[in-house]
């Protein structure tokens, strides 16, 4: 018997009628008809009885009803899985972030996205620009969220925001808290730096290069988290992204746009031959709210 077959022979066993079967199926009265027809012609035996105007089951179709009932279960399933993952809610979605987007915009975009979508499966894994292009290519996440990203031979680059580079102090440097500084005003603080901080410390050091200033540091450390937790100790300030400072202020911190600003983009890197799921579409707008906040 083919799939259609029993899929006309269930809907007539549980509805007792051509009729009926027409109806529950959306199909017309000859075509159940002829379909029950060929698959009776196909077995070589009857499977109904015409008995006082309805189809009574043969003892063969008794017989066959148990295992056609499991496949039907079965056809079922598979249909109602396919409209979940049509509509996003079943899927697995496998993503890089940079280290600062850790801190607020994707937890609270997944923390959206799983309200609406709760049997969606994340993996998270935190990477910096360098390891990008391995974990893209090993398929060890699916699309990565970094900083500014090169541009890599067979992956696409999707721009999702602007951000911007901040300077964040103690408030005691600055009693005023002002929204905007320039480097020459951070002079006589102490810097504390942060070492190859890829595309943004780029952007950083053509700015110092620009503006001819030097800033002096005593305290050198990899990451943009460190540096902030410093600053809440009162020991310097230091330049950062907007994300991790705002993910990483304390009362008696503050921070400040630089005047005039460094801006750098947001992108979504994912490799060309391999297009992103429907999950993963429907949770991009979720990732694009919080980014652009």
Known sequence: MRLRHIEIFHAIYTTGSITNASKILHVSQPSVSKVLSHAEMQLGFNLFERVKGRLIPTDEAEMMFGEIDKIYQQMRSIKNTAENIKNSEYGHISIGV???LGFNAVPNAIAKFHGEHQKVNFNVQTLHNEAVTQA?????????????????????SIEFAQS?????????????????????????????????????????WTRMMK?????????????????????????????VDKFTAQGNLSENMAMASFEPPITFSVNALHLDNRHLSKVTETFIPFLKNELSD
């Open 136 to 156: 893209l290519f090993e398929h060890k996440c699916d699309i990565a969220i970094l900083f500014s990203p090169n541009l890599i031979p067979g992956v696409t």
């Open 98 to 100: 940079t280290p600062a």
């Open 164 to 204: 911007e580079l901040v300077i964040v102090y103690p408030k005691k440097s600055f009693p005023d808290c002002p929204e905007k500084l320039t480097l020459a005003q951070l002079q006589e603080f102490d810097f504390i730096d942060i070492g190859d901080s890829g595309p943004l410390g780029d952007l950083l």
């Open 211 to 239: 503006d001819n200033i030097r800033l002096n540091s005593s305290i050198k450390v990899q990451t943009y988290f460190i540096a902030t937790r410093l600053v809440a100790q009162g020991v310097g300030v230091c330049v």
